[in-house]
């Protein structure tokens, strides 16, 4: 496995929760690392990404509420998540790429995880 996503679940709306990606080898450092989530019948969207040297960017619909951070050492992306919405459910995918431009559209992207699941329901 090159990329493990874990600790999705169920959270009540504003409740916050932390998902982790670890990557085998060096994927971490040497790649940019971003989080995907999708919807049932909505369509992929990147929420996050970090390059190499912590530079993040973030989708508008969860500006301010997540952060996304990697430690190249442990070879670990994650996705801090606060004041969930019911809109934020979707199976959470981290992925990586060495080009931005990859990552960005989510077409011919190298690395994926498997996906984790987060229901955000009262």
């Known amino acids: 496995v090159q990329l493990q996503a874990v600790w999705g679940g169920l959270v009540q709306p504003g409740g916050s929760l932390r998902l982790s990606c670890a990557a085998s080898g060096k994927i971490a450092s040497r790649n940019f690392m971003g989080w995907y989530r999708q919807a049932p019948g909505r369509q992929r969207e990147l929420v996050a990404r970090i390059t190499s040297g912590g530079s993040e960017k973030y989708a508008e619909s969860v500006q301010d509420r997540f952060t996304i951070s990697r430690d190249n050492a442990k070879n670990t992306v994650y996705l801090q998540m606060t004041s969930l919405k019911p809109e934020d459910t979707a199976v959470y995918y981290c992925?990586?790429?060495?080009?931005?431009?990859?990552?960005?559209?989510?077409?011919?992207?190298?690395?994926w995880g498997q996906g984790t699941l987060v229901t955000v329901s009262s």
């Open positions: 992925a990586a790429d060495r080009s931005i431009a990859r990552l960005r559209v989510g077409v011919g992207v190298a690395y």
